[in-house]
């Protein structure tokens, strides 16, 4: 009985260390993939920042160029104002998107100060070329230098917030890297202890099963030599 009892515990301990060593390297490959994904995500949304405001944002270059041709007379100011409405519309829906996203620190100048300028460049628009244009009021090359220079100023935060956004897709596209070289060292190396471990205590357990039976041995042989 004393056997089967010592026999139990040691397969118990074999099977307790066995799991310990499997739950270890699950809950570590769990975190890594976990880290790795965030840092994906970071520069994926680097890029995806970069994407949508490099060139600057599609919707103000057309806004650029309606001025343009209205004040020029390609198009006429119903055409005009249908287009720059919908195109500040569409330009407010991806400012809302960022404010909803995580940007990494990048809403700084995306929602900063490249937003406010954006918005000036629009507002002197709608408030001070539209509006002559409608009344037929002659624009002045002030009027047209001014929302050019509104332009440009906005034009300024955009290549800002490029390059944050470029060092940020680079700083994580790196980090990735790296930790995903030392995610595999640091797997290996905790299969490899795991394993040593695993050996060093399946050879105690052998041991311990072996000493019962070679005392069981001895008494046998003892008993049949009288």
């Known amino acids: 009985m004393k056997m ?3 026999l139990r515990k040691s397969f118990t301990t ?3 260390v066995s799991l310990l060593g499997c ?3 699950s809950l570590y490959g769990i975190y890594n993939q976990n880290h790795m994904q965030n840092l994906s995500i970071q520069s994926f949304t680097a890029k995806d920042i970069v994407a949508d405001i490099l060139p600057p944002p599609l919707y103000l270059i057309e806004y650029r160029l309606t001025i343009s041709q209205v ?7 119903d055409e005009a104002e249908a287009k720059t409405n919908q195109l500040e519309k569409d330009y407010l829906d991806r400012i809302d998107y960022w404010k909803k996203h995580q940007s990494y620190g990048l809403d700084t100048n995306l929602i900063g100060k490249q937003h406010t300028s954006a918005l000036a460049f629009i507002s ?3 408030e ?4 002559k244009i409608k009344n037929k009021t002659e624009i002045t090359k002030l009027d047209i230098q001014k929302a050019h220079e509104l332009y440009l100023e906005h034009r300024k935060y955009v290549d800002q917030t490029v390059i944050l956004a470029n060092n940020l897709a680079e700083t994580s596209s790196k980090s990735l890297d790296s930790y995903m070289s030392s995610s595999i060292t640091m ?3 905790i299969f490899v202890l795991t394993l040593i471990f695993i050996l060093l205590v399946s050879k105690l357990i052998i041991k ?3 000493s019962p039976i070679k005392r069981c041995k001895t008494i046998a042989e003892k008993i049949a030599n009288g």
């Open 14 to 16: 074999f099977v307790l």
């Open 208 to 210: 311990s099963i072996e």
């Open 124 to 126: 002197y628009c709608k």
């Open 128 to 131: 001070q070329i539209l509006p």
């Open 187 to 189: 797997i290996i190396s």
């Open 71 to 77: 004040i020029e007379g390609s198009i006429s100011f």
């Open 4 to 6: 089967l009892n010592t």
């Open 23 to 25: 739950s270890v390297i």
